[in-house]
């Protein structure tokens, strides 16, 4: 492959006779001389990917001889070029594509007939099939020169993704050297993932520490893999399996051990294999993890039949699989079979259907949230439905809970599909049914559960608005409405203060010790190693972690701050247009309306938040108490001094050219804000599924319509809670 230089003015392929501490420190000079060629003297020399090729060879050696590693390194400065360069972009010179699913039987058959159309000289039922777990986690594209990991990017949309080979190089499993002859570029693509016992144990660890548990395995491998700090990743264990050969370049060198004739043989003309199962041996065989449970099957209808089989034992697998990937054995008939513009013909994905789970329904409980808005909601004797264990599942509001006539002690199906909010379908007693699986009937029931007249935590009148189906506590004052605001004000996308979950702040709101955000800031150590489950040295981090959020820029603090239709990225839009809290929090409504990717219903309910005199009090509160107020890197047009280089339109266009169609509510958004994100990203946010659609984002009551069609059509569905991460990322996930 030409293009591959070594980086530092090496001449490829020369072997390089320096130790390990001798190049470190060659190339901790040239990253020293180069950080200050772009940020001193802004007159750099060299190009970026150059720089970052610098950056990552360092890395790699530090991580291969961290004995060489210096305080002074500029992989172990907090901040500073080494830290811009994390999860910089990755463009894929093959593709990362996805895979057509398929639900049902009948789909698995239509797949089968259109192989059948397009090799009409091959009989199925002797063709060989690859069979491989679909392992629910996140793709990932390593890259390995001269037989040594050098990169590591994330799928992204597809075509780019991140470069995250600093966390992935802490991957035990991942090999940094490949163990057989391999071509000079190699690139393997799989799947990282968290097994489902090392999920345990951290939600565990984290319920211990009072700290945020994560709903899936999934989720957690998906975070643990994003952190910018690679310790923290390597803190969680995350696993790896190999599952294709991406682009290959170059030829495998000779080995030149004595005896290894027949070896050499065999793993150079292995290269490139003519196989999917020759190509999983050979991954296998350089080092790779490869799922055991992958298996080559002769005949379609063996392949059909191996699904099966790994959807009766998914649970008996170490981790966590959401369907079977049949692909076709034979490489050269991919080529023959092609493609389509978003998924191979030759591989096809069968997903298993959501599980459904029975379990009974202990109580129905009221939740009141920041705003006031009184939730019912579920509480269940623990289940594990859809890869993870429920224990509460949402009842949505009040007609919700009468349509589906469920109540206390109630046998009750309980639904989960993927990250979506766990629901509760209805009782297993339903109409025609005379006696539930326990042998109870009818007449054994409690009555129909009514909504309580007074809020729970306060007491005070919960009312209903006319034509609405939310009910609400109306004190501004209610302490439940109080722990949440802290809650969401500490919460990640807010101020981000480790260790302030909703468990700790009902805890320091029950001691008297805050009554709003603002109070958060004058804990001290001491008064707070009195409380219950609260050591010196908990008590130290958690004031050392509200410290370090005073530092968190003006979008975090936007979004702390609970306005109404104000999520993630409708602040950070704010924020770098406006640069300041001051020049936001002067701006009208037609000003902030302004703001690419801001419309009327944000720009009217920051206008109206900060017209509100005790909302204005909360703030300069805040402000007086050493609060961040500006934003780093603010180009718009209003954000004065601060503005750098470059006019690209405000909101990068992630979604340029798709589709994306919304179902249900999202926290944080309004159904136009949430369209209005999607629009100003380059997409469109059409009221309809289709073939077309390149995602159905699913919030809280969606639509069943929408979300039928979706499964039907194979059109990949995005949990609500994820909305932010793909209007950034404009990717799907796996
Ligand atoms: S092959 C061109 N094999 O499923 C398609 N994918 O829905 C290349 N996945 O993004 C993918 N296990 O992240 C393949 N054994 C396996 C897989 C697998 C999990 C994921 C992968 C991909 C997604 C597609």
């Not at 992204?156 to 035990?172: F, H, K, P, Q, Y």
Request: proline share 7%.
């Amino acid at each position: 492959m030409s293009g591959v230089r070594a980086p530092g003015g090496e001449v490829e392929g020369a072997p390089d006779r320096r130790t390990p501490a001798e190049r470190a420190a060659e190339l901790r000079r040239l990253i020293e001389y180069h950080n200050e060629r772009y940020f001193v003297l802004d007159a750099p020399e060299i190009p970026d990917a150059d720089y970052d090729a610098l950056v990552r060879e360092l890395r790699q050696v530090e991580s291969e001889h961290p004995e060489v590693i210096t305080p002074d390194s500029p992989t172990q400065r907090v901040g500073g070029a080494a830290e811009t360069q994390l999860f910089a972009p990755v463009r894929h010179r093959i593709p990362m594509m996805s895979l057509d699913n398929a639900f049902e039987q009948s789909e698995l058959d239509a797949w089968a007939d259109r192989l059948r159309r397009q090799l009409p000289d091959v009989d199925l039922e002797v063709l060989d099939f690859s069979c491989e777990p679909k392992v629910d986690g996140v793709a990932m594209s390593l890259t390995y020169v001269d037989g040594r990991f050098v990169q590591a990017a994330t799928r992204g949309d597809g075509v780019t993704g991140e470069d995250v080979t600093a966390n992935v190089a802490t991957i035990r499993v991942v090999p940094h050297e490949l163990k057989t002859p391999a071509p000079h570029h190699l690139e393997v693509r799989g799947e990282v993932y968290m097994p489902t016992a090392t999920f345990a144990e951290l939600n565990k660890r984290a319920e211990l520490q009072g700290s945020k548990t994560f709903a899936n395995p999934r989720n957690a491998g998906a975070g643990s893999l994003r952190q910018k700090d690679p310790a923290v990743t390597a803190s969680r264990p995350l696993s790896f399996w190999a599952y294709q050969i991406g682009e290959i370049d170059g030829a495998v060198p000779e080995t030149k051990a004595a005896g290894a004739s027949s070896k050499r043989r065999q793993s150079k003309g292995a290269w490139p294999p003519a196989s999917q199962s020759a190509a999983l041996a050979l991954l296998g065989a350089a080092g790779f993890p490869v799922s055991p449970d992958a298996r080559t099957v002769r005949g379609v209808t063996a392949a059909f039949a191996r699904c099966r089989e790994l959807e009766a034992h998914r649970h008996d697998l170490p981790y966590e699989i959401d369907g079977v990937v049949v692909k076709v054995d034979d490489l050269s008939l991919h080529e023959r079979l092609g493609a389509t513009s978003r998924a191979p013909r030759w591989a096809l994905a069968f997903k298993f259907p959501p599980e459904d789970r029975t379990t009974r329904l202990l109580e129905i409980m009221v939740s009141i949230g920041r705003t006031g808005r009184a939730t019912p909601f579920a509480v269940l004797e623990p289940v594990f439905v859809g890869g993870s264990t429920v224990r509460l599942a949402t009842l949505h509001n009040e007609d919700q809970v009468r349509l589906k006539d469920v109540r206390p002690g109630d046998l009750v199906i309980v639904h989960k599909a993927g990250d979506v909010i766990p629901e509760v379908v209805g009782p297993v007693l339903g109409p025609g049914a005379e006696v539930d699986a326990e042998g109870a009937t009818a007449a054994d029931r409690s009555p129909p559960w009514t909504f309580p007249t007074v809020c729970p935590a306060c007491g005070s009148p919960l009312t209903r608005l006319p034509g609405e189906s939310d009910t609400y506590c109306t004190n501004i004052d209610c302490p439940a409405q109080r722990v949440q605001r802290i809650v969401h004000f500490a919460s990640r996308s807010g101020m981000d203060i480790e260790g302030l979950g909703e468990e700790r702040v009902v805890q320091l709101v029950e001691a008297g010790m805050v009554a709003d955000p603002a109070d958060v800031y004058l804990l001290r150590a001491e008064p707070l190693a009195t409380l219950e489950r609260m050591g010196a040295i908990s008590s130290k981090n958690l004031v050392d972690a509200i410290e370090d959020s005073k530092s968190r820029p003006l979008s975090r603090l936007l979004v702390a701050l609970g306005i109404r239709h104000v999520g993630p990225t409708g602040a950070r839009a704010l924020a770098r247009d406006f640069g300041t809290l001051g020049a936001l929090r002067n701006a009208g409504a037609v000003e902030l309306a302004a703001v690419e990717g801001v419309g009327e219903v944000i720009a009217d309910s920051v206008a109206e938040f900060f017209s509100n005199p005790k909302n204005v009090a909360a703030v300069d509160r805040l402000v007086a108490l050493g609060l961040r107020t500006d934003e780093p890197g603010a180009t718009g047009p209003r954000a004065g001094a601060t503005a750098a280089v470059g006019g690209g339109p405000a909101v990068a266009q992630t979604l340029s050219g798709k589709s994306v169609v919304v179902t249900g509510t999202l926290e944080g958004y309004s159904r136009e804000g949430a369209e209005e994100a999607i629009v100003s990203r380059g997409g469109k946010s059409p009221g309809t599924v289709s073939k077309k659609t390149y995602a159905v984002v699913v919030g809280d009551s969606p639509g069943v319509a929408k979300t039928k069609k979706a499964e039907e059509l194979g059109v990949p569905v995005v949990d609500g809670t994820r909305f932010d991460e793909l209007l950034e990322t404009g990717e799907l996930p796996g």
